[in-house]
């Protein structure tokens, strides 16, 4: 377990603690009072049908299968990535006799339900995909007001434990009517399943069209924006969006109710090592759903130590479930992004928007409205404890272009109380040992 790893280190040790004992609110169907964490085919895998020509990577139960291995074998499941998940293109274009959706039989020949064995008995969970509408967006079987109850009893009789419900084919009014109505089937199936909305991403994500209150009480989570793509470009329009709508968005999260800016894909051809490390942050900080989409047979171990990170994990996964927001958005390029953390502690992620070389910025955690004390600072992806820093030490931190610098922050303290005399001890050698590229300086 990940604690182990950090427990040396006192200041996360209370942390750690807090994030095993996640207190079980009795609310809605009880699921993801953290964000959910797994993978997800569509941004890799999208519509590939071929099986003939494409057998590895075409949508069918041995891809499924193959990630849940890798999920169960690889150290992803401890973390807890724990669902795996099918997006659309997995249906036969015709319901059964009954009326019923079924797997194209020859892409899944075992089935569903045999599928959602396979993966339960490996510890994870399965998710599913719909759409409210007429069809899905690649056209296979949509579900239609007069298919919700049906279509629910058939993902709870396949022991699926999660939906993601989509929006193409469908107007306003259907919408309006159809997710709320998803949302009491699924729980009239008497199986919680974890729902996660598409409805305000066809609504523009934003008042007065989109009411957050409403998505809080019918939905586990939801899309807010457009389909991420496997590129910095596209990351950064939607980091964008959603830390530029955070007065809205910031509000409607918390436990059992997540804002989702959709998936990572870290692991995949599009980002650099500084930009996956970004993706992580700042989802890490917004309490984003943790989906992966990416080929875990083949990752890199790059890319796998970035979405593998404990601390950033942690942070995610914090059970106070507070969204985080950006705090500064700097002439410089330069962004800083804050959450709150259990345990009075926090994290902070300094963000370079540039595209020049690392730029060297400098700030002090009193100018980021930090309370007067002393406070440790764990560098997240660094991977080690850096120094300790009172509210009013001036530092510098070195943020490379498209990269971030994320803190762990602990709860503030009494440094001459713990230390004796504030001086040497914090300013010595010890500090200066990891004084490379990732250190604050204190000037
Ligand atoms: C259904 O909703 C009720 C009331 O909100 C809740 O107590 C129950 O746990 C829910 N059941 C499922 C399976 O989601
Ligand atoms: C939405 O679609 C339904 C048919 O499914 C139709 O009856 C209704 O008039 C449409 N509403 C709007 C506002 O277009
Ligand atoms: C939003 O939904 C909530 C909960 O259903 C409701 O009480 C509230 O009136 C709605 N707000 C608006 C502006 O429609
Ligand atoms: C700190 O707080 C002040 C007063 O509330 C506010 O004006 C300022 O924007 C805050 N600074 C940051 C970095 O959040």
């Known amino acids: 377990m990940y604690c182990d790893a950090i427990t040396r280190m006192v200041f996360v040790a209370a942390f750690c603690v807090l994030v095993l004992s996640v207190p079980m609110f009795a609310l809605d169907n009880g699921l993801m009072r953290t964000p959910p964490m797994g993978w997800l085919a569509w941004e890799r895998f999208r519509c590939d049908i071929d099986c003939q020509n494409d057998p590895k990577n075409c949508i069918s139960e041995v891809l499924f299968r193959d990630m849940a291995d ?39 020949p075992s089935g569903i339900p045999h599928l959602a064995q396979y993966i339960h008995d490996r510890g994870l969970k399965l998710g599913i995909y719909g759409d409210m509408g007429t069809y899905t967006c690649g056209g296979y079987p949509g579900t239609t007001l007069d298919k919700i109850t049906i279509d629910a009893q058939t993902f709870a009789d396949w022991k699926v434990d999660m939906l993601k419900f989509d929006g193409c084919y469908s107007n306003d009014t259907e919408q309006e009517q159809g997710y709320p109505a998803m949302s009491k089937a699924l729980n009239a199936t008497g199986r919680p399943i974890g729902y996660s909305c598409s409805w ?8 007065p069209k989109v009411n957050y209150t409403l998505l809080g009480e019918i939905c586990n989570l939801w899309r807010n924006y457009g389909d991420i793509e496997d590129s910095w470009g596209s990351v950064l329009s939607i980091a964008d969006w959603f830390y530029n709508n955070q007065d809205i968005l910031q509000p409607a999260a918390g436990p059992g109710r997540w804002n989702d800016p959709d998936m990572l894909v870290v692991g995949d051809f599009g980002l650099s090592m500084d930009q996956s490390r970004s993706q992580m942050a700042l989802w890490a900080i917004m309490a984003a759903p943790l989906f992966m989409s990416n080929d875990l047979r083949t990752i890199s171990s790059q890319a796998r130590s970035v979405l593998q ?16 927001r950006r705090l500064l958005k700097e002439k410089s390029g330069i962004e800083v992004f804050w959450r709150p953390l259990s345990d009075k502690a926090s994290a902070l992620v300094f963000f370079s928007r ?43 931190v070195s943020v490379n272009p498209s990269g971030v610098v994320m803190w762990y922050v602990s709860a503030p303290f009494d440094a001459d109380q713990e230390y004796g005399h504030v001086g040497e001890k914090l300013r010595g050698p010890a500090f200066y040992r990891h004084a490379n590229v990732v250190s604050p300086i204190i000037l």
């Open 354 to 396: 540039r595209t020049d070389m690392p730029y060297r910025y400098q700030t002090s955690l009193g100018k980021l409205n930090y309370t007067t004390g002393s406070y440790h600072i764990y560098d997240v992806f660094a991977e080690r404890e850096m120094s300790v820093l009172k509210d009013s030490t001036n530092f510098v």
């Open 70 to 108: 890798r999920l169960a074998e690889d150290g992803w499941r401890e973390l807890g990535y724990v669902y795996v998940n099918i997006d659309d293109c997995w249906a036969s274009k015709l319901r059964d006799s009954n009326g019923r959706l079924q797997a194209d039989p020859k892409r899944f």
């Open 200 to 207: 305000p991403a066809y609504q523009g994500g934003l008042p």
């Open 309 to 324: 990170n404990k601390v950033a994990i942690g942070i995610n996964q914090d059970p106070m479930g507070i969204q985080g």
